[in-house]
């Protein structure tokens, strides 16, 4: 029988196996009808290592969505065990990008009959400056909110949305249009008084030998990702995990997860007008907001910002580079796919 080493964080709501959800422990179930199941519940990230340490030639099955697979990659990648990694995911429920960008079913259930009959293929990684590995997307931004660091990564559901941008722009839909724009704008205005969000700042961003911006005209975020969109729990109102504000990376239709390429999406709408604009999806394509080209290698200087990878805070730079490492990263996906 195959061996598997599962992965999943215990610490969320889950109703079923000691803190795992139900729909998990269901695949659990599914895979041992076919599969030498092992089980490991990382709560520290010694956990995590030791468990790795022990796998022996399991292939391992992360259970969560891109955060979870951030880490579980980033210990391997510690390690230097990456490449004789066979990776495989359990996501659970829509949060993961990276899954739904390789055809992995966002269903656990279903998403275990691919652990179990998929195929192996390779995808890109992108690794920083100080050697840390980005399976998905990393987000860069300037936050007014107090920075709250975290042992382990927040599961699905805990991302702290903020701005009720989302909800306000599809009630005050109703003849709003343009004409509700400063309504919406000004709503924004008030609850960032209270909850502090993206704050413009200036860089120099250089995407191979191109420069998309030399600090004469601040950004709001920048997002470098391999991943088509984030889920849409994220849509509108920031990436799950991240308090950097709106998500750029809704611009990265065309990313690819195995192409040797990153898609690198500035957004410019630094005003509160154009923000309300971006909730509303009001001019969202105007290039004047957001700029995306495509890149091997990304460098960002300039003011201090706050790094936020696959949805894990990640602290902050001046500086640093992001290179595509191509091929790097083995995960079982669907045969059709």
Same mark, same amino acid.
């Given at each position: 029988?195959?061996?598997? /080493?599962?992965?999943?964080?215990?610490?969320?709501?889950?109703?079923?196996?000691?803190?795992?959800?139900?729909?998990?422990?269901?695949?659990?179930?599914?895979?041992?009808?076919?599969?030498?199941?092992?089980?490991?519940?990382?709560?520290?990230?010694?956990?995590?290592?030791?468990?790795?340490?022990?796998?022996?030639?399991?292939?391992?099955?992360?259970?969560?969505?891109?955060?979870? /697979?951030?880490?579980?990659?980033?210990?391997?990648?510690?390690?230097?065990?990456?490449?004789?990694?066979?990776?495989?995911?359990?996501?659970?429920?829509?949060?993961?990008?990276?899954?739904?960008?390789?055809?992995?079913?966002?269903?656990?259930?279903?998403?275990?009959?691919?652990?179990?009959?998929?195929?192996?293929?390779?995808?890109?990684? /992108?690794?920083?400056?100080?050697?840390?590995?980005?399976?998905?997307?990393?987000?860069?931004?300037?936050?007014?909110?107090?920075?709250?660091?975290?042992?382990?990564?927040?599961? +699905?559901?805990?991302?702290?949305?903020?701005?009720?941008?989302?909800?306000?722009?599809?009630?005050?839909?109703?003849?709003?249009?343009?004409?509700?724009?400063?309504?919406?704008?000004?709503?924004?205005?008030?609850?960032?008084?209270?909850?502090?969000?993206?704050?413009?700042?200036?860089?120099?961003?250089?995407?191979?030998?191109?420069?998309?911006?030399?600090?004469?005209?601040?950004?709001?975020?920048?997002?470098?990702?391999?991943?088509?969109?984030? +889920?849409?729990?994220?849509?509108?109102?920031?990436?799950?995990?991240?308090?950097?504000?709106?998500?750029?990376?809704? +611009?990265?239709?065309?990313?690819?997860?195995?192409?040797?390429?990153?898609?690198?999406?500035?957004?410019?709408?630094?005003?509160?007008?154009?923000?309300?604009?971006?909730?509303?999806? /009001?001019?969202?394509?105007?290039?004047?907001?957001?700029?995306?080209?495509?890149?091997?290698?990304? +460098?960002?200087?300039?003011?201090?910002?706050?790094?936020?990878?696959?949805?894990?805070?990640?602290?902050?730079?001046?500086?640093?580079?992001?290179?595509?490492?191509?091929?790097?990263?083995?995960?079982?996906?669907?045969?059709?796919?």
């Amino acid at each position: 029988m195959e061996s598997l /080493l599962v992965v999943t964080n215990p610490d969320g709501d889950g109703s079923g196996d000691q803190g795992i959800p139900d729909s998990i422990s269901e695949a659990i179930g599914i895979l041992r009808t076919q599969a030498d199941v092992h089980v490991c519940k990382v709560s520290m990230p010694g956990d995590l290592d030791g468990a790795l340490h022990r796998r022996g030639g399991r292939k391992i099955v992360v259970a969560g969505g891109d955060s979870d /697979l951030h880490t579980v990659v980033g210990a391997l990648h510690k390690r230097n065990e990456l490449d004789d990694a066979v990776l495989a995911i359990l996501p659970d429920g829509p949060e993961s990008d990276f899954a739904r960008s390789a055809g992995i079913p966002d269903d656990p259930a279903r998403a275990a009959e691919v652990v179990l009959h998929g195929v192996e293929r390779r995808f890109d990684l /992108l690794e920083d400056c100080r050697g840390d590995i980005v399976v998905s997307t990393v987000h860069l931004g300037v936050s007014g909110r107090p920075h709250r660091p975290r042992i382990w990564p927040m599961r +699905s559901g805990e991302a702290d949305v903020g701005s009720s941008g989302g909800t306000v722009g599809s009630g005050g839909a109703d003849g709003a249009g343009l004409a509700g724009i400063p309504v919406l704008a000004a709503l924004h205005a008030l609850h960032d008084a209270d909850h502090p969000r993206a704050r413009p700042f200036h860089v120099r961003i250089e995407a191979d030998d191109q420069v998309v911006t030399d600090f004469d005209r601040p950004v709001l975020q920048v997002a470098v990702t391999n991943s088509t969109s984030p +889920s849409p729990n994220a849509a509108a109102e920031g990436t799950a995990g991240s308090d950097d504000g709106p998500d750029p990376d809704r +611009s990265a239709a065309d990313a690819e997860l195995a192409d040797g390429y990153v898609d690198v999406v500035v957004n410019f709408a630094v005003d509160p007008i154009a923000r309300a604009r971006r909730a509303l999806k /009001l001019g969202h394509d105007n290039d004047d907001d957001t700029v995306t080209v495509r890149a091997r290698r990304v +460098s960002v200087a300039g003011q201090r910002f706050r790094l936020n990878s696959d949805g894990q805070d990640s602290g902050t730079e001046r500086r640093c580079t992001w290179n595509v490492v191509p091929q790097r990263l083995r995960v079982i996906v669907p045969a059709d796919s």
